[in-house]
């Protein structure tokens, strides 16, 4: 069993920068791949970065340089950090896990907001 926590979503100008979190609570060596998904109102969930046990950091080629996604295993959080967003970049943002047994595991979803 995974449960995955976002938060840090919220209401920013285009141009400006937010940092979302995702804690994750899951038993060691069980998870193969971690990632950040969006969802914008009528719209298919889409990958946003995605990144493997041991491996580097992989993006959607659109979000290229402008999102960054970094985690800290010792606070076990994956972290999305977003700058120079635009009004397209608004979506609800949701964390996945993926484990060895082949299971994925969401989270509740965080909403980011890009508006003047």
């Known amino acids: 069993q995974v449960q995955l926590v976002e938060s840090g979503g919220g209401l920013v100008r285009p141009g400006g920068s937010l940092t979302l979190s995702c804690v994750v609570s899951?038993?060691?060596?069980?998870?193969?791949?971690m990632g950040w998904y969006r969802q914008a109102p009528g719209q298919q969930r889409e990958l946003v970065a995605t990144?493997?046990?041991?491996?580097?950091?992989m993006y959607a080629d659109s979000l290229k340089g402008r999102f960054t996604l970094s985690r800290d295993p010792a606070k076990k959080t994956l972290y999305l950090a977003m700058n120079s967003l635009k009004p397209e970049d608004t979506a609800v943002y949701y964390c996945?896990?993926?484990?060895?047994?082949?299971?994925?595991?969401w989270g509740q979803g965080t909403q980011v907001t890009v508006s003047s």
């Open positions: 996945e896990a993926e484990t060895v047994d082949n299971n994925t595991y």
């Open positions: 990144i493997a046990s041991g491996g580097v950091p």
């Open positions: 899951n038993k060691p060596g069980t998870l193969i791949s």
